[in-house]
């Protein structure tokens, strides 16, 4: 068991997710056939043997409430410590409830922090995709005695905004911001180890003149005060889910082996998920299914190709789906045709239907719609 | 606390005719059905009749069983006043302790353990059974009747009641009669091992039993027909729907096949789950080559082979260029490109190397049967395993 105190902060529903978050924080977004994204950052922390976590939660949490529900699938149901949700309880009357940034999702539980036990913090966000070893990242830490540790990733894509600049010594004293293109330095991954009572100096800079952004704000500030950050470098497959065409792209990499083999890389560190009541799932007798990830529940007659299907779905005979995402208990009906097409749990594509997007513009059904 | 009604679950035979299968585990621990083991389907319909206290007699190999059931969280049965419990023998003071000798006295050395819950009823389950049932109807049928036992009983064919304990009607519908595999069965009604029992009933007879030396010690062969001569009403509890015993091999594998046939018993039943306590592994993954067809596969798994007609555990792979057909693969077996296994039963991590060829088809020989691979064995590059093998230890082409 590791002395550290995990904080996974689930910021608002990324506008560009559209109706993927049109009832849920982008935290609970589900991901890979049978996770939801939180589930990366929890399974980290539990992995490392970190003991208790708070989820800092903004609007729209009811989905990761249910989801996360007593912490047990995660290990995290316990006597003493163990998993704290964190709705925003701080907040001014007339607040929206929706956070500008990082800084005021901490402001908003300002006393939970100050009552942490532990002297160590794990600050992480909660909508990243990607298996971080963080138990190595937290011994660099504890034997470098730096006051915060940054993962960090080399390479670049619309995740890779904040980037510091590693010198020789290995510490980071530079940050720099990059718009999508390749720069200098490694993307943060925005998993920060630090000191508890660095955290709250920084709550404390920030806690007027709308500074709510812990890279633009807090880091910034810090480092130009001399402050340095020692850096744990991270190269495996990491994404961070902002838009729709975020969330196909980065669900049609898992079916390259390569990616999958460095998200689900042994039994030492298996990402976590909530358990269903699930059966094996079924291929009829006239089924075909290619180069697809199929969750548990599925009962597959018709035609997959290059698809992730999650727990519960069900494709009829007849039906055709190709690259295509169906969350949860969706189900395709006899003779329809879906190519592209992201659909929401519970959805019906009913019988005949045949629609297509593209995969620069993947069609979005709602949850629960019929089409 | 008390109880109205409690079940205790024997897990304690070897099944040691399963052979191979059961060289290291208890048969309730076998894995069946894909996502399952055995013991699975007895503590989902505890926990979907509302029976929240489920004591588990163990004795043979029981650590991995142990592990298996552990707090009985999977089953919802982890509650503060219920709860699954694992009972092994054990010894009192000044007697050096008994193995259980039979299925009744392994009920009586647990008195202790079913008084501290002081039930009214007692329902009694094996666990090599695949089967889904209400035990509540059940007690209903059983109070109504006012039965001091009342015993679960399936409809066979004339020619299989010559394998079961059979039991004859009266008039009034209650039992006066049970033979145990009749030569010539009086009746097609036959046991399926599940009782309820009035426990001051039952209690009693398991005492008289006990100080009986010509008994068995077995609920079959001596508590009911011991409650049958003193005149108690003993009544027949008529289940109808998918019930296998899985105690062989042909058997086992039979019932993993009806798996395919979801018209035969339906897992997808939310009101009915199965729960089972499932290894934290992602979704499968079905490869560019893959052929997979009629068959039931497990998160775990990665298939880019040709899969016909079979059952396949969580962490199964089958390699490009591999066949598996009308097999059960058990959690973490490994089919090499090229290998082909028709017709087997592969235990947990046996490995299929490139060439081997594990079973064939029917072929009406005298010798035919399901080939067997237990647990962790490793079948060389190119080595055939004959229908019928109960394979042990590793092979090499010869």
């Known amino acids: 068991m590791r002395n550290l105190h995990g904080i996974i902060y689930t910021l608002s529903s990324e506008p560009e997710l559209q109706q993927l978050v049109r009832n849920r924080n982008s935290a609970s977004l589900p991901f890979g056939g049978r996770y939801r994204l939180i589930d990366f950052a929890l399974s980290a922390m539990v992995n490392a043997g970190i003991p208790d976590v708070g989820v800092i939660m903004e609007r729209d949490y009811q989905s990761l409430l249910d989801h996360l529900s007593s912490g047990a699938d995660w290990g995290l149901a316990r006597r003493r410590g163990g998993l704290r949700m964190l709705p925003p309880f701080g907040l001014p009357e007339a607040h929206s409830g929706h956070f500008g940034g990082c800084m005021e999702a901490l402001r908003s539980v300002r006393s939970y922090i100050r009552d942490i036990p532990q002297g160590d913090v794990v600050l992480c966000a909660g909508d990243w995709v990607g298996n971080v070893d963080l138990s190595a990242a937290i011994d660099l830490h504890f034997h470098t005695g730096a006051e915060i540790t940054a993962v960090c990733s080399e390479g670049y894509g619309p995740f890779a905004h904040h980037r510091l600049v590693k010198d020789d010594d290995g510490y980071a004293r530079r940050l720099l911001f990059s718009e999508g293109g390749p720069g200098e330095g490694l993307f943060s991954r925005e998993i920060y180890i630090m000191k508890k009572d660095l955290l709250l100096s920084f709550m404390d800079f920030c806690s007027e003149g709308g500074k709510n952004h812990f890279h633009r704000n807090a880091i910034a500030h810090y480092l130009s005060e001399g402050g340095k950050i020692a850096v744990y470098e991270h190269n495996e497959y990491a994404r961070r889910i902002t838009s729709v065409r975020d969330y196909y792209d980065a669900s049609m990499e898992l079916l390259d082996p390569v990616n999958m083999a460095a998200l689900f890389p042994s039994e030492d560190r298996p990402i976590r998920t909530k358990e269903r009541a699930e059966v094996s799932t079924y291929y009829g007798e006239q089924s075909k299914v290619r180069n697809s990830l199929v969750a548990d529940g599925c009962y597959i007659e018709g035609e997959v190709e290059n698809s992730i299907l999650f727990r519960g779905v069900r494709v009829a005979k007849g039906a055709k789906v190709k690259d295509c995402i169906l969350m949860q208990d969706t189900v395709v009906n006899d003779g329809a045709e879906l190519r592209c097409v992201i659909a929401d749990k519970d959805c019906v594509i009913t019988e005949g239907c045949f629609l297509a997007g593209s995969p620069r513009l993947p069609i979005v059904i709602p949850k629960g719609e019929r089409a | ?398």
Request: charged content about 20%; glycine content about 10%; some cysteine.
């Open chain 2, 1 to 398: 606390m008390k109880k109205e009604c409690i079940a205790m679950l024997l897990a304690g035979g070897q099944g040691s005719r399963l052979y191979a299968l059961t060289s290291s585990v208890a048969k309730p621990n076998i894995p069946f059905g894909g996502k399952y083991r055995i013991i699975d389907f007895p503590l989902s319909n505890c926990a979907n009749s509302g029976i929240d206290t489920v004591g588990v007699l163990t004795q043979y190999r029981p650590m991995k069983l142990n592990a298996y059931v552990g707090t009985g969280q999977p089953w919802d049965l982890n509650s503060d006043d219920g709860g699954v419990f694992i009972l092994p023998p054990y010894m009192s003071q000044g007697e050096k302790g008994n193995w259980f000798s039979g299925t009744a006295n392994a009920i009586y050395q647990n008195m202790e353990f079913i008084d501290l819950r002081d039930p009214e009823y007692v329902l009694i389950l094996s666990g090599d059974h695949i089967y889904k049932m209400d035990y509540a109807a059940m007690l209903e049928e059983h109070k109504e009747k006012g039965a001091a036992a009342t015993i679960a009983v399936i409809q066979v064919s004339m020619d299989e009641a010559k394998r079961f304990g059979i039991m004859n009607i009266g008039e009034d519908g209650y039992i006066n009669e049970f033979e145990e595999k009749p030569a010539h069965p009086k009746s097609t009604m036959a046991s399926m091992g599940i009782y309820i029992f009035t426990w001051s009933k039952l209690r009693q007879a398991l005492i008289e039993d006990e100080a009986d030396p010509d008994s068995q010690r077995d609920f079959g062969k001596n508590i009911i027909p011991r409650l049958l001569n003193q005149g108690e009403k003993l009544w027949p509890y008529q289940f109808k729907g998918y019930w296998r015993d899985v105690g062989t091999i042909t058997s086992l594998w039979d019932a993993n096949m009806d798996m395919l046939s979801p018209e035969l018993i339906d897992l997808y039943d939310p009101n009915w789950p199965i729960l089972s306590r499932s290894p934290i592994r992602p979704p499968q993954v079905v490869g560019p080559e893959a052929d997979v067809r009629h068959s039931i596969v497990t998160e775990g798994c990665v298939v880019n082979g040709s899969v016909f007609n079979s059952v396949l555990s969580n962490q199964v792979t089958v390699e490009k260029g591999a066949t598996v057909e009308y097999s059960v693969l058990m959690p973490g077996a490994h089919v090499e490109a090229g290998a082909e296994v028709r017709f087997a039963i592969l235990g947990e991590n046996v490995r299929v190397c490139g060439g081997a060829h594990v079973g064939t088809a029917p072929d009406g020989s005298e010798g035919w049967g399901v080939a067997t691979c237990g647990p962790n064995v490793t079948v060389g590059p190119g080595a055939f395993v004959a229908p019928g093998t109960m394979l042990y230890d590793d092979v090499v082409a010869t």
